[in-house]
């Protein structure tokens, strides 16, 4: 089948470190997205990586390992207003189309 | 710039009644996806355009879904007989172009605010 894995829920306190794992079983794969959605709004888009490695946007570092079918997104300094859910996506083919994980809830504490 | 706008932000409707909900994508993006998002799960696809022909339908749920695009701009997603089950939030994304790339920027959705639907 397919499936993408990343834990529920993990809480932090302000000016942390927090590591989100994702791992994938999909019928294709193209590349691995992250997306922040907070509650009740539209999901945006964090990061992409199409190859191994690791991809840094400020705060916010994205990495893939393909031959382990896994990916995290790393959330530095963490900030009151990092609180929010986080989705890996997977592209499983060309035309674009994402397979979402359930998402993560970062809970963010002063 | 305008980002990616649905109409209604919010429709509720009896069980058995159509629907149909509005996507604009951003001017100039050829690429328009559906999702559906229930309530604390991820989000589904569901179809995908470039431009105004449909070649990945495979995630609309049943034959009550539909969905056309006008051109390269507005997309309506059709709901005949809603049942209970329909109820979610329908969120619609646009990409600037199909086919692939590995660069980020390339592979950016811009999602709009979404529809909330409730069949009761």
């Known amino acids: 089948g397919q499936s993408l894995e990343q834990p529920s829920e993990v809480t932090a306190v302000e000016g942390a470190i927090v590591q989100i794992n994702c791992t994938y079983q999909?019928?294709?794969?193209?590349?691995l997205s992250w997306y922040q959605q907070h509650d009740g709004g539209a999901p945006t888009f964090l990061s992409y990586?199409?190859?191994?490695g690791l991809e840094e946007t400020g705060r916010f570092s994205s990495f893939l390992s393909r031959s382990d079918s896994y990916g995290y997104l790393l959330l530095q300094e963490l900030q009151m207003k990092d609180s929010a859910s986080y989705f890996c996506?997977?592209?499983?083919?060309?035309?674009?189309?994402?397979?979402f994980g359930a998402g993560t809830q970062v809970v963010v504490t002063p | 710039g305008a980002g990616v706008s649905q109409s209604p932000s919010n429709k509720v409707t009896e069980k058995g009644k159509d629907v149909e909900l509005r996507c604009d994508p951003i001017?100039?993006?050829?690429?328009l996806y559906w999702y559906r998002q229930r309530l604390g799960q991820g989000l589904e696809f569901l179809i995908y355009?470039?431009?105004?022909?449909?070649?990945?339908k495979s995630g609309l749920p049943s034959d009550r879904f539909s969905a056309e695009r006008t051109g390269e701009s507005v997309s309506t997603l059709t709901i005949q007989r809603t049942q209970q089950e329909d109820s979610a939030v329908y969120l619609c994304?646009?990409?600037?172009?199909?086919?692939?790339?590995?660069?980020?920027?390339?592979?950016?959705?811009?999602f709009g605010p979404g529809t909330r639907l409730t069949v009761l």
């Open positions: 990586n199409a190859l191994d």
């Open positions: 996506a997977v592209k499983p083919d060309s035309w674009g189309k994402l397979q």
């Open positions: 355009f470039q431009g105004n022909s449909a070649p990945d």
């Open positions: 994304a646009s990409r600037q172009k199909g086919g692939t790339s590995g660069r980020p920027s390339y592979n950016e959705q811009f």
């Open positions: 001017s100039g993006h050829t690429a």
């Open positions: 999909t019928s294709g794969f193209y590349g």
